[in-house]
Structures are given as C-alpha cells and as structure tokens.
C-alpha cells in the first residue's frame, strides 16, 4: 500500500513559478513511476507529466513541456513538479499517481483510473 500526499499549491500570478511535493509511504518508492495531472473545474483529469522509479526517463505532455520540470529523491520519497511561465489555464487541482507496472510516457494512455495509488490533490490558482 502506498499513501500519497500532495502539497504546495497555491495561488500565483502568471508568469510565476510553483513547486508541487508529493510524498509517499512505504519502502519501495523507487519502484513506482510516478506522475502528475491535473484536473481543471468542469474538466476531465488530465496527464501532465511523469518520472521512472529511478529518475532516469520522464515524459511531458505539450502544454507542460518546457515550462514544467519532475525530479525525484527516493531517499526522501518524495516527487516533485517544479512549475515555470504559469499560466490561468494551468489552473487546476493537482494530483500525483504512482504504479509500478507502467512508464511515464504510457501514463498519457492509460486510462487514469488504472493507475494504483492516488493522492487528494493540491489546489494551483494562476491569476492573469
């Protein structure tokens, strides 16, 4: 069982920058890939971004990629989404996933709700 738990969201300006945590339980952090999405009002989830159990590979999707880095210490069991340039339409609640059995980038196929573990979501306002 893995227990996640999302934290740093807030409100900013656009333009601004936002570091997202999310921070597991459990002894086998490396073996989780991890990613966020982001679920805006009226909306469906949707991926925006992904990291490997040891950091190696990550993937963006093409709203996130350039501006939005994820990086990984596993010796804090810890991920984070380092977030550039915001915008009012990155406005979302933001919610990291972890599975073991799946890539960061076949996290932008798979259906979201397949994905093992979840946590409750940090809110990000951008104001214009």
């Known amino acids: 069982q893995v227990q996640l738990v999302e934290s740093g969201g807030g409100l900013v300006q656009a333009g601004g920058s936002l570091r997202l945590s999310c921070a597991a339980s459990?002894?086998?952090?490396?073996?989780?890939?991890m990613g966020w999405f982001r679920q805006a009002p009226g909306k469906e989830r949707e991926y925006v971004g992904g990291?490997?159990?040891?950091?190696?590979?990550?993937y963006f999707v093409d709203s996130a990629r350039g501006r939005f880095i994820i990086s990984r210490d596993n010796a804090q069991n810890t991920v984070y989404l380092t977030m550039n340039g915001l915008k009012p339409e990155d406005t979302a609640v933001y919610y990291c996933?972890?599975?073991?059995?799946?890539?960061?980038?076949?996290?932008?196929?798979?259906?979201?709700?397949?994905?093992?573990?979840w946590g409750q979501g940090t809110r990000v306002a951008i104001s214009s």
């Open positions: 996933a972890a599975d073991r059995d799946t890539s960061p980038r076949a996290m932008e196929i798979i259906p979201f709700r397949l994905l093992s573990y």
């Open positions: 459990g002894r086998t952090f490396s073996s989780y890939a």
């Open positions: 990291i490997s159990g040891g950091g190696d590979k990550s």
